[in-house]
Each structure stands twice: as structure tokens, then as C-alpha cells.
């Protein structure tokens, strides 16, 4: 067990819908990173959060948002979903935020659009 | 261009077989990181190892080394005397520094099946 949490685990939900990925760090952790892993894109870095304040940024698209709250925990936003959107996303924690830490990954939320 | 190449898409041995994953990296950074990470059939990955630019020393943790080397842009992981435990995806990803930002880029991970 890696100490980091998301909810759900399994979201199915339709096209043009709105849902939300949550994730706890690991305690102490800092930094929190959201990827998705897809069959046909592997494993792609979406988004990283320092303390609250977006610190990297990769191939996320416009309809996606995150944000790491007080608390540090932090929410991906994905809107308007498309049948492509569906993938297995995970979220990861570091102590710090610069690119030599290890991550720690949680379970991840398996997301299905119909 | 920054990339990250595992040519094996999968490896299948025999359990006690000695077994090399590669990994074949492209940045024009001169700070970056590498990682192994190893995600099991449970789904969850697992941090192995990392690696800065500037630390071309080989590292060995029991059955597991890695050999780094910049001049052929490569951080290779070797298992040795494989074990059913060890079937898994391995990925290999590169944390290249531009103007202090970070980014994670991962390989298509290679698939280990250790046979009993």
C-alpha cells in the first residue's frame, strides 16, 4: 500500500458527461501528479500540483482541469468526455517538486464512456 | 525532442533465467532523472529506482541492477535468477529539466512473463 487514495475506482459515465477524480496524498507529500494510461497512449503525464500551485504541465487536454486543494488533496476534472477519454487514471505523490523524486502511486480510477 | 524507447514489447523466461529489460532515452537536457517503475497485475505502480544525470555509478539491490550509461543514452535493468513475482510491466521514464520545470515521460513499458 502506497498511502495514496483515489475515488472512485471505477466510474462509468457517458459522452458530453462531467466527472471528478479524487486523490489523497500520501502524508507529508507534497506534490501530486495525475496521469492517464490508455492501451493505445501507454502511460501519459497530464498535470502536477505543488502546495497548491500547478508546477508542470503535459499533454492535458483543454477539457481536463485539476487543482490540489488546502488540505492537498486534488481533483481532475474531465468534461465533455468522449469514448477516447476512457483509461485508467492515476495519481501520484512526492515530498518534493523537482523532477529527482520518487512517486508514489495510488490504485487509480478506472474511467469507462459509453 | 524528448523520448523515452523500450523496444521489448514483451519478454517471456523461464524462472531462474537471468533477464535484461532496455531502455533507450532521448534528451538534450544536462539535468535529468530516470526511474523504473514495475506495475504488477494489481494495476498499482511501484517506484524501483531513479537515477540523475550526473551519477553514471551502477546500482544492484539483490536480484535487480541497472547500468546507466550517457554515452549510448541507455539505463538497462537486469533481474537475475528471475521469479514468477518478478511478471509484471516495467516502465522506464525520464524527468528532463527544462528552465527548472520538470516534465514525466514515460516508455511503453515492457511486459515480463516469468514462466514456472
Known amino acids: 500500500d502506497s498511502g495514496v487514495t483515489q475515488t472512485p475506482k471505477h466510474l462509468i459515465t457517458a459522452t458530453g458527461q462531467r466527472v471528478t477524480l479524487r486523490c489523497s496524498p500520501r502524508?507529508?507529500?507534497?506534490?501530486v501528479y495525475w496521469y492517464q494510461q490508455s492501451l493505445d497512449q501507454g502511460l501519459q503525464f497530464l498535470i502536477q500540483?505543488?502546495?497548491?500551485?500547478?508546477?508542470a504541465k503535459g499533454n492535458i487536454l483543454e477539457r481536463f482541469s485539476a487543482q490540489q486543494f488546502p488540505d492537498l488533496h486534488s481533483e481532475l476534472n474531465l468534461s465533455s468526455l468522449e469514448l477516447g477519454d476512457s483509461a485508467l487514471y492515476f495519481c501520484?505523490?512526492?515530498?518534493?517538486?523537482?523532477?529527482?523524486?520518487?512517486?508514489?502511486f495510488g490504485p487509480g480510477t478506472r474511467l469507462t464512456v459509453t | 525532442a524528448q523520448k523515452v524507447t523500450q523496444a521489448q514489447t514483451e519478454i517471456s523466461v523461464v524462472e531462474k533465467e537471468d533477464v535484461t529489460l532496455d531502455c533507450v532515452y532521448e534528451?538534450?537536457?544536462?539535468?535529468?532523472?530516470l526511474f523504473w517503475y514495475k506495475q504488477p497485475p494489481s494495476g498499482e505502480l511501484v517506484f524501483l529506482i531513479r537515477?540523475?544525470?550526473?551519477?553514471?555509478q551502477n546500482e544492484i539491490s539483490g536480484r535487480y541492477s541497472w547500468n546507466f550509461q550517457k554515452s549510448t543514452s541507455s539505463f538497462n535493468f537486469t533481474i537475475t535468477a528471475s521469479q514468477v513475482v518478478d511478471s509484471a510491466v516495467y516502465f522506464c521514464?525520464?524527468?528532463?529539466?527544462?528552465?527548472?520545470?520538470?516534465?514525466?515521460?514515460f516508455g511503453t513499458g515492457t511486459r515480463l512473463k516469468v514462466l514456472a
Open positions: 501520484a505523490s512526492s515530498v518534493g517538486s523537482a523532477g529527482g523524486y520518487e512517486q508514489y
Open positions: 502524508s507529508g507529500d507534497l506534490s
Open positions: 500540483y505543488y502546495n497548491g500551485e500547478e508546477r
Open positions: 534528451t538534450r537536457d544536462t539535468t535529468y532523472y
Open positions: 537515477r540523475n544525470s550526473f551519477d553514471e
Open positions: 521514464a525520464l524527468s528532463p529539466s527544462t528552465s527548472g520545470t520538470y516534465k514525466y515521460i
